[in-house]
Nanobody, 117 residues
Framework: QVTLVESGGGLVQAGGSLRLSCAGSGSIFKLNAMGWYRQAPGKQRELVAQITQITSSTERIDYADSVKGRFTISRAENTVYLQMNSLKPEDTAVYYC?????????WGQGTQVTVSS
């Protein structure tokens, strides 16, 4: 079992910044992928950004088109970060961390991000 704990959400004005963190713990063999998803009220959960380990020295980073140039994902061991700049009201959502361990996906409990106009 893998536990993911997110932090860093909150209320910010449009144009502001927030940094989300997600720390993984538990029975971790190797977290092949870690990323962030979000779900706004009445909408489906969507990918925001993800880091996938391709080889021991190569990783692939994917971003949703809507956040490219504004958000940056990074990772240090079993912790993944999401630096969010130039936030817009449409970025308001619950942000969830996801990690893959031995082919199984695990989710965090979510952290609320609210961007006021």
């Amino acid at each position: 079992q893998v536990t993911l704990v997110e932090s860093g959400g909150g209320l910010v004005q449009a144009g502001g910044s927030l940094r989300l963190s997600c720390a993984g713990s538990g029975s971790i063999f190797k977290l092949n992928a870690m990323g962030w998803y979000r779900q706004a009220p009445g909408k489906q959960r969507e990918l925001v950004a993800q880091i996938t380990q391709i080889t021991s020295s190569t990783e692939r980073i994917d971003y949703a088109d809507s956040v490219k140039g504004r958000f940056t994902i990074s990772r240090a061991e079993n912790t993944v970060y999401l630096q969010m700049n130039s936030l817009k009201p449409e970025d308001t959502a619950v942000y969830y961390c996801k990690a893959r361990n031995l082919g199984r996906d695990f989710w965090g409990q979510g952290t609320q991000v609210t961007v006021s106009s």
